[in-house]
């Protein structure tokens, strides 16, 4: 049966890293593989940097681009040294793409824009590991996922079509699996248009579980920079642990939540077909890691999450009335419109608050929305604490020393927002 290997940025951010994925590929040979690979390091956050530079009309464009350039042709000098290598121009022409893009006017649309830009890392990053494996005589397929991920035009956040993505992978990809290693991107998808979109960010995560889906996997790998999925992020938790088997349930309030280790929409498609995922260390192959299934394994280490660079909204009516199932209707309408994803809310008599990550264009788009109906305020630069099987004396600890804007208890998950 076919696995699917998912490597995100960190995994293939030089030469070092991608020989490292060959010889993960390699342990695997005897293996169906279908490998979901990211964009190299920090790429998406300087294709990021690209886009709103060019939406701004800024002088220093071309400069970012240089540098996004130098930094792949480095790792490809380092992969082929012979910059006679094929390779070379083919990534030349990838990027040309771009290059057409910044000669045009800014298109009004900033998500449709982004998604066509910041899709190239994928693109570019695939292309140089497919020719590193071809290389060194791994036998592989490039293929475009944008054949494959059909998406409708929510630019930023493809909604995917399981009709149409199932029955072309099917169709086109199993064959292909029976003799070869299949190369492919992840985060992004296409319309019928032939446009790019993308499924949100850190997306690849969430392509590997598409993939595996539609295919029916025997399972997913996550090849990360950590041992497996931790109770809480080691660079601001020294003594965390690895948690050795997750109950789906848990591993989705966890998504949900923010823990940035899995991608939030993984989950689900890999529960619905029973496929197991693991989450491994891409440096310690031979290490177990964390595997996450259908299993009834309690946690007994409470699961801490840490959101920065939050936004709290309290919104009223300007009459000071009750806030009614209408008035909620209405702000959840105003919520889809903006696209703004809320990541924790409280209602009380004349009030409600929410609480999402600071996006300037969303949080924009959202007051414009509720001025003409509603009062509200807002606090930024919060920090949003989620603590699922939480314990008094750790809630204890981690608000000492902050002001607590908002709290939140259930049954087994605490949120707290508070002001450092």
């Given at each position: 049966?076919?696995?699917?290997?998912?490597?995100?940025?960190?995994?293939?951010?030089?030469?070092?890293?991608?020989?490292?994925?060959?010889?993960?590929?390699?342990?695997?040979?005897?293996?169906?593989?279908?490998?979901?690979?990211?964009?190299?390091?920090?790429?998406?956050?300087?294709?990021?940097?690209?886009?709103?530079?060019?939406?701004?009309?800024?002088?220093?464009?071309?400069?970012?681009?240089?540098?996004?350039?130098?930094?792949?042709?480095?790792?490809?000098?380092?992969?082929?040294?012979?910059?006679?290598?094929?390779?070379?121009?083919?990534?030349?022409?990838?990027?040309?793409?771009?290059?057409?893009?910044?000669?045009?006017?800014?298109?009004?649309?900033?998500?449709?824009?982004?998604?066509?830009?910041?899709?190239?890392?994928?693109?570019?990053?695939?292309?140089?590991?497919?020719?590193?494996?071809?290389?060194?005589?791994?036998?592989?397929?490039?293929?475009?996922?944008?054949?494959?991920?059909?998406?409708?035009?929510?630019?930023?956040?493809?909604?995917?079509?399981?009709?149409?993505?199932?029955?072309?992978?099917?169709a086109k990809v199993s064959p292909i699996l029976m003799d070869r290693v299949v190369i492919t991107q992840g985060f992004i998808g296409g319309t019928s248009e032939n446009f790019t979109t993308t499924l949100g960010r850190e997306g690849s995560d969430y392509t590997a579980a598409i993939f595996a889906s539609c295919l029916k996997a025997a399972a997913v790998t996550i090849w990360k920079d950590v041992p497996g999925v931790l109770n809480a992020d080691p660079k601001l938790f020294p003594d965390t642990i690895k948690y050795e088997e997750l109950s789906y349930r848990d591993a989705l309030e966890m998504t949900y939540y923010g823990a940035t280790v899995i991608h939030p929409k993984t989950i689900k498609p890999l529960q619905n077909s029973g496929i197991p995922l693991l989450v491994k260390p891409f440096l310690a192959p031979e290490e177990n890691g964390t595997k996450?299934?259908?299993?009834?394994?309690?946690?007994?280490?409470?699961?801490?999450?840490?959101?920065?660079?939050?936004?709290?909204?309290?919104?009223?009516?300007?009459?000071?009335?009750?806030?009614?199932?209408?008035?909620?209707?209405?702000?959840?309408?105003?919520?889809?419109?903006?696209?703004?994803?809320?990541?924790?809310?409280?209602?009380?008599?004349?009030?409600?608050?929410?609480?999402?990550?600071?996006?300037?264009?969303?949080?924009?788009?959202?007051?414009?929305?509720?001025?003409?109906?509603?009062?509200?305020?807002?606090?930024?630069?919060?920090?949003?604490?989620?603590?699922?099987?939480?314990?008094?004396?750790?809630?204890?600890?981690?608000?000492?020393?902050?002001?607590?804007?908002?709290?939140?208890?259930?049954?087994?998950?605490?949120?707290?927002?508070?002001?450092?």
């Amino acid at each position: 049966m076919t696995e699917v290997f998912k490597f995100g940025g960190a995994s293939v951010k030089d030469a070092e890293g991608i020989k490292n994925l060959a010889r993960i590929v390699k342990l695997n040979k005897d293996k169906q593989l279908l490998v979901v690979i990211s964009a190299m390091g920090k790429t998406t956050n300087a294709l990021e940097e690209l886009t709103n530079a060019y939406v701004n009309q800024q002088e220093d464009i071309h400069q970012i681009f240089e540098r996004i350039k130098e930094y792949h042709e480095s790792i490809m000098m380092q992969l082929f040294e012979d910059p006679g290598h094929p390779v070379f121009d083919d990534i030349a022409n990838s990027f040309v793409e771009i290059d057409w893009i910044l000669e045009e006017e800014p298109h009004e649309d900033y998500d449709y824009i982004y998604d066509q830009i910041v899709s190239l890392g994928e693109l570019v990053s695939t292309k140089i590991v497919s020719t590193y494996l071809d290389h060194i005589g791994i036998k592989n397929k490039w293929l475009d996922a944008r054949s494959f991920i059909h998406t409708d035009n929510t630019y930023r956040e493809g909604q995917v079509n399981w009709t149409k993505t199932e029955a072309a992978i099917q169709a086109k990809v199993s064959p292909i699996l029976m003799d070869r290693v299949v190369i492919t991107q992840g985060f992004i998808g296409g319309t019928s248009e032939n446009f790019t979109t993308t499924l949100g960010r850190e997306g690849s995560d969430y392509t590997a579980a598409i993939f595996a889906s539609c295919l029916k996997a025997a399972a997913v790998t996550i090849w990360k920079d950590v041992p497996g999925v931790l109770n809480a992020d080691p660079k601001l938790f020294p003594d965390t642990i690895k948690y050795e088997e997750l109950s789906y349930r848990d591993a989705l309030e966890m998504t949900y939540y923010g823990a940035t280790v899995i991608h939030p929409k993984t989950i689900k498609p890999l529960q619905n077909s029973g496929i197991p995922l693991l989450v491994k260390p891409f440096l310690a192959p031979e290490e177990n890691g964390t595997k996450i299934t259908e299993s009834n394994v309690f946690i007994t280490e409470p699961a801490i999450i840490v959101k920065k660079n939050q936004v709290l909204v309290t919104i009223s009516t300007k009459d000071l009335a009750f806030i009614t199932e209408e008035h909620l209707c209405e702000i959840y309408g105003l919520l889809a419109q903006a696209h703004v994803k809320t990541n924790t809310m409280q209602l009380s008599a004349i009030s409600f608050s929410l609480g999402f990550d600071w996006d300037e264009r969303k949080f924009t788009k959202l007051s414009s929305l509720l001025r003409d109906n509603y009062a509200f305020k807002y606090n930024a630069g919060l920090t949003l604490i989620t603590v699922r099987h939480y314990k008094p004396d750790v809630l204890k600890k981690l608000v000492d020393g902050k002001t607590v804007l908002l709290e939140q208890l259930s049954r087994h998950t605490a949120q707290l927002v508070v002001k450092l």
